[in-house]
Each structure stands twice: as C-alpha cells, then as structure tokens.
C-alpha cells in the first residue's frame, strides 16, 4: 500500500489547515475501505505521536489528548482519501504528520507532510 500526503505548509497560530492522504496499491483482495486510516506527527527531537484515526466506514473516529476538540478526520472511500482538519492550530503543532493505513497486525506508513504553525 503506498500512502501519499500532502497539504502542509506555513500557517499562522489560530490558522486553519487540511490535509490528505491518498492510498494506492492495494494488496488483491483489498480496497481503501479494508483499512482504517490515521495521522502521526513527529517534532524534532520528539517521539511520534498519535493525531487521529477513523475506522473503514467513516462512522468512528477518535483524536489525540494534546489535538482534541481542535482537529478531526474524516475520509472519502470513493477517493481513497483521509483528511485531518486541523483547526486552531498552535505553535506545538509543528511537526511532520504522516498518515498511515492499518489491517492489524500491518501498518503502512506515508512519507510525511511538513507542518509549520507560526506565532
């Protein structure tokens, strides 16, 4: 499975921003809607963290302590596309967020979009 992100950038502290990850290369048998979905991010120096997730269908998701009430997702199975809105960002938001597709055990990783929240 490749996973393609994109949408980072500069943005002002309150700002807003959206972005996506694309997936393709689905194992036979497999569709988008077989894997749940989720964001990462990672601060230098920092240890990885966890963003947010959505289940196949769309009708769950959960977030992070240190996002919720400020970020979402949700994803578009005809377009084999997540998106995390990330809203009134922070500073401490600045990182790479990478996207990743999960069918437990496996874990696919996206190469990671750069996001960098100003003051």
């Known amino acids: 499975v490749q996973l393609q992100a994109s949408g980072g950038g500069l943005v002002q502290a309150g700002g807003s921003l959206r972005l996506s990850c694309t997936a393709s290369?689905?194992?036979?048998?497999?569709?988008?809607?077989?894997?749940?979905m989720g964001w990462f991010r990672q601060a230098p120096g920092k240890e990885r963290e966890f963003v947010a997730a959505?289940?196949?269908?769309?009708?769950?998701?959960s977030t992070g302590d240190s996002v919720k009430g400020r970020f979402s997702i949700s994803r578009d199975n005809a377009r084999n596309t997540v998106y995390p809105q990330m809203d009134s960002l922070k500073p401490e938001d600045t990182a790479v967020y990478y996207c990743?597709?999960?069918?437990?055990?496996?874990?696919?990783w996206g190469q990671g979009t750069l996001v960098t929240v100003s003051s």
């Open positions: 290369g689905f194992p036979s048998g497999f569709s988008f809607s077989s894997y749940s």
């Open positions: 990743n597709a999960d069918q437990l055990p496996r874990r696919y």
């Open positions: 959505v289940i196949w269908s769309g009708t769950r998701s």
